[in-house]
């Protein structure tokens, strides 16, 4: 475990990984599930200690299973984090057991269900009400040249928004696979740009098939150049997803989906896989649930322990 500089013994810091089942895969993220006694330069410390993405902070209880969190990169405190969120859930599943629970976050409230699968714990968060707006000529072609990206590097059939399902993340399709696996970019170009946008990352994505995708996130503005599993990217593309109207009817017969939806009887859902962390030796699956009737998005993935 890690204990926090200064004062006394500091909090237990857990390490683990989300969006899957291998330690080795995913992203990892710390967590304090007692995090009461800290203050904004301690937890600051602590996520810049351990050098994650993002390190997820409880603070306190509001009720059975009701916990306000907060999320900080090595650099600054963050809205929102879906790897954090769902290390944290699955955390908390193994010291109380799986079953619902509610984050309170700075970016709203967030609920998180966790199931056991066989061996596995499965969390399933639901993000804020997510809404996507364009982006302006100018600052699209800054965001290409500080990824060396030329305009006929990106896919016209995904053009490129800003997405938000709790913070801000700039979608850019990919034409290939081979122009996302390279990513080379400027990082002091890219975070000024970030920081004027209010961006959280850029979510970098190649369509392999209707509701397949690999993606990246460049994240200079946390201090770490790539995120390997992006769970709140991962809420915003799916809003991105339905906004553009990309996912396909899943009814096997159309007329009676439509009977089905129109009684209420059952939500009908569409069903993402994202890619992640492969370029960066740390695979991981993101699955991304877009329900009828339901502005929010559900991502869910697994996670475990590390060491």
Do not use: K
């Not at 057991?97 to 609920?111: I, M, W």
């Not at 915003?236 to 209420?264: D, Q």
Request: overall charge negative.
């Amino acid at each position: 475990m890690t204990r926090d500089h200064g004062q006394g013994h500091g909090p237990e810091v857990l390490r683990y990984t989300a969006f899957s089942a291998d330690p080795a895969g995913g992203n990892p993220a710390g967590v304090v599930l007692d995090a009461s006694g800290l203050d904004e330069e301690r937890m600051l410390a602590v996520a810049a200690e351990l050098g994650y993405s993002e390190s997820a902070f409880l603070t306190g209880r509001t009720g059975e299973g009701a916990y306000t969190i907060r999320y900080f990169s090595p650099r600054a405190e963050v809205p929102f984090c879906g790897h954090a969120t769902v290390a944290t859930a699955v955390a908390l599943a193994e010291r109380d057991g799986p079953g619902a629970l509610e984050f309170a976050t700075a970016a709203g409230r967030v609920p998180v269900t966790v199931v056991r699968e066989g061996e596995e714990l499965r969390a399933t968060l639901t993000s804020v009400v997510p809404h996507i707006t364009e982006i302006g000529a100018a600052d699209l072609a800054e965001a290409l040249a500080a990824l060396d990206w030329a305009a006929a590097d990106l896919d016209p059939a995904l053009p490129p928004r800003i997405a938000y399902a709790g913070a801000r993340h700039l979608v850019l399709a990919a034409a290939t696979r081979e122009r996302l696996a390279d990513l080379a970019y400027d990082f002091a170009r890219l975070e000024t740009l970030m920081l004027r946008l209010d961006l959280t990352t850029l979510q970098l994505v190649w369509r392999e098939a209707p509701e397949v995708f690999h993606v990246r996130d460049p994240f200079p503005v946390g201090g770490v150049v790539e995120d390997p599993a992006t769970g709140a990217a991962a809420a915003a593309f799916g809003a991105y997803v339905r906004e553009r109207g990309l996912v396909p009817e899943r009814a096997a017969a159309a007329a009676f989906g439509a009977y089905v939806r129109e009684r209420g009887l059952v939500p009908e859902t569409a069903v993402l896989t994202l890619h992640q962390g492969a370029d960066m030796g740390r695979p991981g699956t993101l699955t991304v649930e877009l329900r009828t009737g339901d502005d929010r998005v559900r991502v869910s993935g697994t996670g475990t322990r590390i060491g």
